[in-house]
């Protein structure tokens, strides 16, 4: 197999792509969760953790979508292997996300300690784990694609 590895670009394109599939995520788990706190008197319901739960697995969905079909298609992970690993990924992440912004929250605002905690968690251990390890194919082993062959 060749010793070839990707190159740095493709990692800068790779990180960006991961990065605005977040960004979209975050964003369609904000929107309905507003909708839902802002609806939910209105039926008679109300809880911020229900629809902070709906809100985060309509992320979850987003960016699961995104990055497998779009920024890591490349790879083609099977679907069963990596929607396993993006929800041990993701559970992970959730876990150290509370932890974190909990201990920042001691020195720092609320809002900028689940901002601080978002980008160190995303950085060291999300976006790795999702580029190297839940999108790509178990015959990967030099970071390019099982699909693709040396020139």
């Not at 790779?14 to 599939?21: L, N, R, S, V, Y």
């Not at 974190?100 to 950085?123: L, Q």
């Not at 178990?138 to 040396?150: F, L, Q, V, Y």
């Amino acid at each position: 197999m060749s010793e070839e590895k990707t190159s740095p670009i493709q990692h800068v394109r790779d990180f960006g792509g991961a990065a605005t599939a977040s960004a979209v995520a975050t964003a369609g788990d904000g929107v309905l969760f507003a909708i839902l706190i802002a609806t939910g008197p209105l039926f008679g319901t109300y809880s911020v953790g229900i629809s902070a739960t709906f809100g985060a697995a309509l992320g979850a969905v987003i960016n699961y979508s995104l990055c497998r079909f779009v920024v890591f298609k490349r790879f083609e992970a099977p679907i069963v292997q990596s929607a396993s690993l993006y929800i041990f990924m993701s559970v992970v992440a959730g876990i150290a996300q509370g932890v974190g912004t909990e201990a920042v929250a001691r020195i720092a605002p609320a809002g900028v300690a689940w901002f601080a905690s978002k980008a160190v968690i995303y950085v060291l251990f999300t976006y790795p784990f999702a580029r190297f390890i839940v999108f790509r194919s178990r015959d990967d082993s030099d970071g390019r694609a099982a699909t693709e062959h040396p020139a």
